[in-house]
């Protein structure tokens, strides 16, 4: 496993040499001239290499390259049917039940790319939680739904602090904890999703990728993803999808946003337009699209 | 306060009446098909219940049948209902673990192009014919060797393979799939997710199924013809002897000139019938209490 280095990205950038708007755009190409980047104490957890996915023959995201910094917020914004959701399923190859679904690129965790022939996505999954957009617990007890992730890879000592350092960890055990054996269906919407959180951290991935979490909650439920959002970063490396640009404002240290290319062999696939520290996307965007988007004049 | 029409606005019209009366003709069409439905089951229920009622008493579901007539108190069906038990038994235990793994292969492993010819070879088998899996169990199993009760559940587990399958394959398939992934962006591997996330979720919805199908499959007659009809008029629970079943005791006493064995034929139908009552109840009970389940309800 070779890392990818300084070679690999004069690799990409000779591949992508017709793409001279995507270069022009993302940082990690522009050399030392980059006006910023991930902070410098930040290790990169993810390299993404001109990644391309494919569903059947069309492309749902082409040519995405950047990289994720280790404990931050990223966040991924951009309109519907961009590949947000796509792409963030590739980081822990949830699309590989997808039929028909298959990748060009790479995706280097740590300098492993993922998506290696000899990498079995089983522990790939189990390095790089996800939450998906609507809450999923499943039909157990509160209890249960921690344990379940725990028994399964062998974390049997101390069981029950285990599932009250999640809970905890997930700002849910004050309101579940007398009632731990109650089925976890029976909770609110929000609880549910902090339910999906802490059963994710229960098994102590590195990464949690968020898929649109809060999309499906009301406001105060959002408002306390976001606040678990600032103090599981200290622990975890976050990647988050979300439709909502003030949220991603809120809560995400770097920002990528995504948007739909012109047409390419007759269709539109999702791209990477910018990709930058949030508060620069946010006031002084280096592309005019993203200014169009994080100004509400997108159309 | 009167409110008066804003003048030449109207609500109603030549064309809505129309569409009345076509709504009014084909709603009456489709609730006399429904009591149709209904009507051939009241007429079949109450034609056996009328014909065989008289035979059922202590000594019918007691003593064994008789080949030849000694008056219908003195003959029952004991060896008979004991018989399809234990036929019904082992088929179910041949057929039951084959279909629900071969319907978790098709929803949960197989990829689409793997599906769809199996689930057309699954539905090519369900339409065979039950006499022609008779004939050829006969022709596999019977022919040198002899029948036996347990040739005869080979017989019946043929015919419930594809049922088990299929009843199996649409449970799973309403498993929502955001408890799949939910379970595999764990790091739990796909039979894992399969045994602890979505059969867990099916299991009363397989069982409803394989009530069913059981039910249906447990009246046939053509392949114990075959595989369990050379009997004796003992009670018997051994299931490598050829054993007395209900559907076949209803075929051979059927044919009798004796009334009162006609009149047993009957009551045993009826005893079937009332076997596919209380099965259904069951089924529906199970599919109730799991729906109730998945919703959340404790």
Redesign the interface.
């Known amino acids: 496993m070779d890392y990818p280095s300084t070679e690999m990205t004069e690799d990409t950038e000779e591949q992508s040499g017709g793409d001279g708007l995507a270069k022009a755009i993302d940082p990690t190409r522009l050399g030392p001239a980059a006006p910023s980047s991930a902070p410098a104490s930040a290790p990169t957890v993810f390299k993404i290499d001109a990644l391309t996915a494919y569903y059947g023959k069309s492309a749902a995201v082409r040519d995405v390259s950047f990289d994720v910094p280790g404990n931050q917020v990223t966040a991924i914004i951009g309109p519907s049917g961009c590949g947000k959701s796509t792409f963030i399923r590739c980081l822990n190859r949830m699309n590989d039940v997808v039929p028909n679904f298959h990748t060009d690129g790479a995706i280097y965790f740590h300098g492993i790319d993922i998506q290696g022939k000899d990498v079995d996505p089983v522990n790939v999954r189990r390095q790089i939680g996800m939450v998906f957009q609507r809450p999923n617990p499943f039909p157990k007890s509160i209890h249960d739904n921690i344990t379940y992730g725990l028994k399964m890879l062998g974390m049997k000592d101390d069981l029950e602090g285990r599932v009250e350092r999640a809970l905890k960890r997930a700002a849910l055990w004050e309101e579940v904890k007398d009632r731990l054996k109650d089925s976890a269906l029976a909770l609110s919407g929000g609880q549910q999703q902090r339910l999906c959180i802490a059963r994710a951290i229960a098994i102590e991935p590195e990464v949690i990728l968020l898929d649109e979490p809060a999309s499906a909650l009301d406001p105060i439920s959002t408002a306390s993803i976001e606040d678990l959002m600032h103090e599981l970063k200290s622990d975890y490396t976050i990647v988050i999808v979300t439709h909502n640009m003030q949220q991603a404002a809120r809560v995400a240290d770097m920002t990528a946003f995504f948007s739909l290319s012109e047409v390419v062999d007759g269709s539109r696939s999702g791209v990477l337009v910018e990709y930058d520290r949030t508060d620069k996307i946010f006031t002084t965007p280096g592309d005019k699209r993203t200014e169009d988007y994080v100004t509400g004049r997108f159309g | 306060m009167s409110v008066q029409a804003d003048p030449g606005y109207s609500l109603s019209s030549e064309r809505l009446r129309r569409r009345k009366v076509v709504n009014r003709i084909m709603e009456a069409l489709a609730t006399l098909a429904a009591l149709l439905a209904v009507a051939v089951l009241v007429i079949v229920v109450a034609s056996v219940l009328k014909k065989g009622i008289g035979a059922i008493n202590v000594d019918f579901f007691t003593k064994t049948t008789s080949t030849f007539s000694f008056g219908p108190s003195q003959s029952g069906i004991a060896n008979a209902i004991v018989g399809s038990l234990v036929i019904v038994f082992f088929a179910i235990l041949m057929a039951l673990p084959v279909g629900v793994l071969a319907a978790i292969y098709l929803n949960e492993f197989a990829?689409?192009r793997m599906r769809a010819p199996l689930q057309l070879a699954l539905d090519v088998l369900n339409g065979i014919p039950a006499i022609v899996v008779g004939i050829f169990v006969y022709v596999l199993l019977v022919l040198g060797s002899g029948q036996s009760a347990l040739k005869a559940s080979f017989a019946l587990a043929i015919l419930m393979l594809p049922l088990f399958a299929r009843s199996t394959q649409e449970v799973l398939a309403l498993v929502?799939n955001?408890?799949?992934?939910?379970?595999?962006?764990?790091?739990?591997?796909r039979w894992?997710t399969t045994l602890?996330?979505v059969l867990?979720?099916a299991v009363g919805g397989i069982i409803t199924g394989a009530t069913l199908a059981t039910a249906r499959v447990a009246g046939e007659t053509a392949p114990l013809l075959f595989t369990s009809s050379l009997v004796g008029n003992e009670v018997n629970w051994n299931p490598s002897h050829p054993l007395m079943s209900m559907p076949y005791f209803i075929f051979a006493a059927s044919e009798q000139a004796d009334p009162g064995l006609q009149e047993q034929a009957w009551a045993t139908a009826l005893v079937l019938i009332a076997f596919v009552l209380v099965a259904s109840t069951i089924a529906r009970y199970f599919g109730l209490r799991s729906r109730r389940?998945?919703?959340?309800k404790?």
């Open positions: 990829s689409p929502p955001a408890l799949r992934e939910g379970s595999l962006a764990l790091g739990a591997p894992r602890s996330i867990p979720q389940r998945r919703g959340g404790r």
